[in-house]
């Protein structure tokens, strides 16, 4: 059974810039979801996605926008980065939706 | 809106002494997932309690969701050094979809 991964593993962007990070869910996992976690907090829901479709947004501006492919894995997408957005960002994959999550090792972005 | 509040924030013991961590939420929940995060790692997933009154034990781990469905609690009977990070609870409202979380329970154990 493959586990959640997630790449890049640590990424640096400056300001204003775009970011894409990837997640491929559990195998058979049909729901994916996305956080943020700041150092030293807990994970904030970004939004989650079942079967290609949001299911689920927090409060997140709409710069967060993501996809999720027919085999179930996904993207983030964070346009015009802010030094605010630098943060663990975490792919979770569940089945169903209610269930509990498996999560990935993240993405550490950092944003100068 | 609706908020999930974990106490303490901070707790740090000594080997072998016991460690609880309560969850209270604003509204009642369908659900309750407890999750750990070891320093520098992701949240692993611990255990899901749905019924109310709800008792389940995982070896010296005891958890405990309320009659309300408002509250919960985890149990650590004789600490290990191995339990150290931070324990997060988190709860679906109803059918929403948006899983709300609390802020942990970082636990430091000395040895």
């Known amino acids: 059974e493959t586990g959640v991964t997630q790449s890049p593993t640590h990424l640096i962007k400056t300001r204003g810039q775009q970011v894409t990070l990837r997640c491929s869910s559990q195998?058979?996992?049909?729901?994916v979801s996305w956080y943020q976690q700041a150092l030293g907090q807990g994970p904030q829901f970004i939004f989650q996605?079942?079967?290609?479709?949001?299911?689920g947004r927090g409060n997140f501006p709409p710069r967060f926008s993501g996809l999720q492919f027919p085999n179930y894995s996904s993207e983030l997408n964070v346009n015009a980065l802010e030094l605010d957005d630098s943060a663990l960002y975490l792919c979770?994959?569940?089945?169903?939706?209610?269930?509990?999550?498996?999560f990935g090792n993240g993405t550490r972005l950092t944003v100068t | 809106g609706q908020q999930v509040m974990q106490i303490p924030q901070y707790q740090h013991v000594q080997e072998g002494e016991d460690f609880t961590t309560y969850c209270n939420s604003s509204?009642?929940?369908?659900?309750i997932q407890w999750y750990k995060q070891r320093p520098g790692g992701h949240p692993v997933f611990l255990i899901q309690?749905?019924?109310s009154g709800e008792v389940k034990k995982q070896k010296r781990l005891t958890f405990q969701f309320g009659e309300a469905k408002k509250n919960s609690s985890l149990h650590i009977t004789a600490t290990q050094t191995t339990d150290v990070g931070t324990y997060f609870c988190?709860?679906?409202?109803?059918?929403?979809?948006?899983?709300?979380w609390g802020l942990g329970t970082s636990l430091a154990v000395n040895p």
């Open positions: 979770a994959s569940s089945l169903p939706p209610h269930a509990s999550l498996h």
């Open positions: 195998s058979g996992h049909n729901t």
């Open positions: 996605y079942y079967r290609e479709e949001e299911n």
């Open positions: 509204t009642t929940l369908s659900n």
């Open positions: 309690l749905v019924k």
């Open positions: 988190a709860g679906h409202a109803g059918n929403n979809r948006k899983l709300i």
